[in-house]
């Protein structure tokens, strides 16, 4: 989990993330000002958490940029703890901050495998 920490910490910095853990699941939190559910994806591929999210700025009329900012995409590639599972998990957006949440693996019971004679 230490390498998902370190991720964390590499986003931009306009970018706020969270990780909270349970004993059945894993909680990442991540502000998103700007997007929506629309505009972001989550994807689970081996082992790994992709988040690509676009964020829509209105400029008033008679202004334009002088300095900006606040950036309009974000494509963070996060590694996951060895024991998440993307079955169930789910992802959900409200006003800008989206909550994925990725199950654990249910360990299995220890159990004695028998040796037989060749």
Excluded: H
């Excluded at 993330?17 to 559910?37: K, N, R």
């Excluded at 209105?58 to 334009?64: G, N, Q």
Aim: aromatic share 6%.
């Amino acid at each position: 989990m230490s390498t998902l920490r370190e991720a964390l910490r590499e986003l931009p910095a306009a970018v706020f993330a969270d990780l909270l853990e349970s004993d059945d699941e894993y909680l990442l939190v991540i502000d998103l000002p700007g997007a929506t559910a629309e505009t972001t994806e989550v994807t689970f591929e081996g082992g790994r958490l992709d988040v690509e999210a676009r964020r829509e700025k209105d400029v008033p009329a008679d202004f334009e940029y002088v300095e900006e900012e606040r950036r309009l995409f974000l494509d963070a590639d996060l590694p996951l703890p060895p024991d998440a599972t993307d079955e169930e998990a789910n992802a959900s957006m409200d006003r800008g901050v989206l909550e994925v949440r990725l199950p654990k693996r249910t360990a299995t019971a220890d159990r004695t495998i028998p040796v037989t004679d060749a």
